[in-house]
């Protein structure tokens, strides 16, 4: 168990509220390589087994107090969609197999009393955004599960940013060495360089370790866009030319800035976070109908 310490008092710190970008660990199982696992109705259900390790995992090992679980859902129309219809269009959608796999996943989340939540408009990342914001105003730390490192931005102080089972957690100062940014700079840094995986367009010939240089120096994509001029005075390779393509491309960035920044405002989420109490009955059908044997459905009832 990762037990977060208190260095200056060299004592476990207070407990976090863990918030969880489930899709991402749907997917990863989904892409696994394994044997064909089939529910009662014979539907694949590889993805629920793979979701429900992670799941078990975390909550046996790390035992949280307060939890919740992010969902994304299958979008035709979304706010970044309105405003940049290609966000994403690199995309194929989710397969019905797979759909009905995210059901029973949230199912089984619900059934075990555990806060989950998807919207219609907005996705994961801004349902987390919006819980971290919520919990940040009542003085809570925050344990940000995810492997999608554009969920950094939202890390402050005490805050750690976990890609579980497959990383160490990341701080704020963490973060800085890997991505070259501070957490509140990453959106920034995205609108510069784009991000291929969203099919968010960036100002060509910036990268990731570009813009990290040029926020070094502004500090903010405002500043930047401010006073260009400074930029060619920078000790960076081709600092005129960066310089031109940043005035060119000024529109692409202030639209991919949009795109990039996690939003914080969603007021129609739960509140409370704490455990809930378990459905057995609920939770004995799920596991009935997943295939899963008596005694893994005693361990889900004591986890």
Same mark, same amino acid.
């Not at 979701?51 to 799941?55: A, G, Q």
């Given at each position: 168990?990762?037990?977060?310490i ?7 710190a *207070? ?5 969880? &970008? =489930?899709s #991402? ?6 892409f696994?390589?394994? *044997?064909?696992r089939?529910?009662r %109705? ?8 793979g ?5 078990y %995992? ?8 307060h939890? =919740?679980f ?12 309105n ?5 994403k269009?690199n ?12 059901q029973l996943c949230?199912?089984?989340?619900? +059934?075990?009393?555990?806060?989950? =939540? ?10 987390i955004?919006?819980?971290a ?11 940000? #599960?995810s492997g999608?490192k ?10 750690l940013?976990?890609?579980?089972g ?11 060495s890997?991505?070259g940014?501070?957490p ?9 360089a784009g &991000?291929?995986?969203d099919?968010?367009?960036g100002? *060509? ?13 502004f ?12 930029i060619?005075?920078m000790q #960076?390779?081709g600092?005129v030319? #960066? ?7 000024r529109?692409?960035?202030?639209? +991919? ?6 939003r914080?405002?969603? &007021? ?14 609920r ?7 997943l295939?899963?044997?008596?005694s ?8």
């Open positions: 168990m990762h037990r977060i208190n260095r200056e008092m060299n004592q476990p *207070p407990a976090a509220v863990w918030l969880v &970008d =489930a #991402i660990y749907v997917f990863r199982a989904w696994e390589r394994c *044997p064909p089939y529910d %109705q014979h539907h694949p259900v590889n993805a629920v087994h979701f429900l390790r992670f799941v %995992q975390l909550l046996s090992t790390e035992k949280p107090t939890i =919740a992010a969902f994304d859902t299958s979008l035709q129309e979304s706010e970044r969609k405003l940049y219809p290609a966000y269009a995309r194929e959608p989710a397969p019905e197999a797979l759909k009905y796999q995210f949230r199912d089984f989340i619900s +059934a075990l009393g555990l806060v989950q =939540a998807s919207s219609t408009r907005y996705e994961a990342d801004d349902l955004g919006s819980w914001s919520q919990q940040h105003q009542s003085g809570q730390r925050l344990m940000i #599960i999608d554009d969920l950094t931005q939202l890390v402050r102080e005490h805050d940013w976990w890609d579980y497959r990383r160490r957690p990341y701080n704020a100062g963490t973060i800085k890997e991505l940014v501070w509140q700079q990453v959106a920034d840094q995205l609108a510069l &991000d291929r995986s099919n968010i367009p100002v *060509p010939g910036v990268g990731m370790s570009t813009a990290a240089k040029l926020l070094k120096h500090g903010t994509l405002e500043n930047l866009l401010a006073d260009t001029d400074a060619a005075t #960076i390779r600092a030319l #960066i310089r031109d393509r940043i005035r060119q491309y529109d692409t960035i202030l639209l +991919a800035r949009q795109l990039t920044g996690i914080d405002h969603l &007021d129609d989420l739960p509140c409370n976070l704490a455990r809930g109490s378990k459905n057995p009955a939770l004995e059908h799920l596991c009935r109908q295939n899963l044997e008596l893994q459905y005693r361990n889900w009832m004591q986890v």
